[in-house]
């Protein structure tokens, strides 16, 4: 099967190549000038120079293929221009779909994320049919993965063959730039974790998410959203379990909301808007903080055979390779029974 892939350079995306090149795909993966291919190799494939930004681009490399899986997005809590976010997440999306049509592909794979659910600060598990809008969505990764996914729905209505996957929050090895959840791990491994906020996550091992992309290929059903999401936990316990791992003790001040507002707001204020940098946390990603982002996967096991993995040894798994790849300091050492 000739399969056109986006975002094979990035975290979820490498693993995705991965698990595709091991089912015997052949990869057509999509590059930027400016992408770090180390994420690629060891993967058997062809890259094609293109950007999502410049649909023509693509029509090359997506013309004879059997599927496209989307994995590429712009994967950020603060941006100082989100229309720029906008037009990767949302306009990229439209434009891709829209070559595959004309492209006569048959099958297109779309990931999503659990970020286009409607999450509650109660902590009730939600699932695919909880009601959302777009008035739910915080932050501008939410609205832009929002649109883009209203964008697949379309597709898929309109007779397109479009699976869309959700994962919630991936951890495991090679979370290179790091996402916002990597810089969880690298922040508490150096020691950056003095507090944390009464919230919750819901972590899934990347090599099972990797897994039923493959899967979604030939069992996913048109237009369907597909939770993919592991354990169910506070973050008090995420950080519990690391400080398990490494040794480092885990924090034991919980920050009050109005805290961790004003923080961020004056981080944000002051980093992000006078320095240029990216702060380390913004108010969104605090207001984002106050529900409790708990799924259920029960549709992607009883349709993909989803497995709902125990997240411990993917957060192992990820500690060592931050660790052996110089994103922390130092670690405490070995893991505690």
């Not at 999502?52 to 599927?67: F, H, K, V, W, Y």
Request: glycine share 8%; charged share 20%; hydrophobic share 40%.
């Amino acid at each position: 099967m000739k399969i056109f892939l986006t975002g094979a350079t990035g975290f979820v995306g490498h693993h995705v190549a991965r698990a595709l090149a091991a089912e015997g795909a052949e990869l057509r993966m999509l590059v930027r000038k400016t992408s770090n291919l180390s994420n690629l190799e060891g993967i058997s494939g062809d890259t094609h120079l293109g950007d999502l930004a410049q649909p023509e681009s693509l029509r090359t490399a997506i013309t004879g293929c059997d599927a496209v899986v989307h994995v590429a997005a712009d994967y950020r809590l603060w941006i100082r221009d989100p229309q720029a976010m906008y037009r990767a997440n949302v306009d990229g999306t439209r434009d891709l779909l829209r070559l595959a049509r004309e492209a006569g592909v048959r099958r297109v794979v779309y990931t999503s994320s659990v970020a286009t659910m409607h999450f509650r600060t109660d902590g009730i598990v939600v699932n695919e049919d909880t009601p959302v809008s777009l008035g739910d969505m915080v932050g501008h990764y939410k609205r832009s993965k929002f649109l883009a996914e209203q964008q697949a729905i379309a597709a898929a209505q309109d007779g397109q063959q479009v699976m869309i996957l959700n994962p919630t929050t991936p951890i495991g090895p090679n979370d290179s730039k790091p996402t916002p959840t990597g810089r969880i791990f690298v922040d508490f491994l150096n020691r950056k974790f003095p507090a944390y906020m009464d919230t919750g996550l819901n972590l899934v091992d990347v090599n099972e998410v990797a897994r039923t992309h493959v899967v979604a290929l030939t069992k996913g059903k048109s237009g369907r959203r597909y939770i993919l999401g592991g354990e169910n936990l506070t973050l008090k316990q995420i950080l519990d379990k690391m400080s398990a791992i490494t040794g480092i003790p885990s924090p034991t001040v919980k920050i009050p909301f109005a805290v961790a507002a004003t923080y961020a707001f004056f981080e944000e204020l002051i980093t992000g808007r006078i320095r240029g940098k990216e702060p380390r946390a913004t108010f969104e990603e605090v207001r984002m903080g106050r529900k409790k982002m708990f799924a259920s996967s029960a549709r992607a096991q009883q349709e993909l055979g989803f497995r709902i993995l125990p997240v411990y040894p993917a957060m192992r798994a990820a500690i060592e390779w931050f660790t052996a790849n110089g994103y922390a300091t130092s670690v405490a050492g070995s893991e505690r029974s």
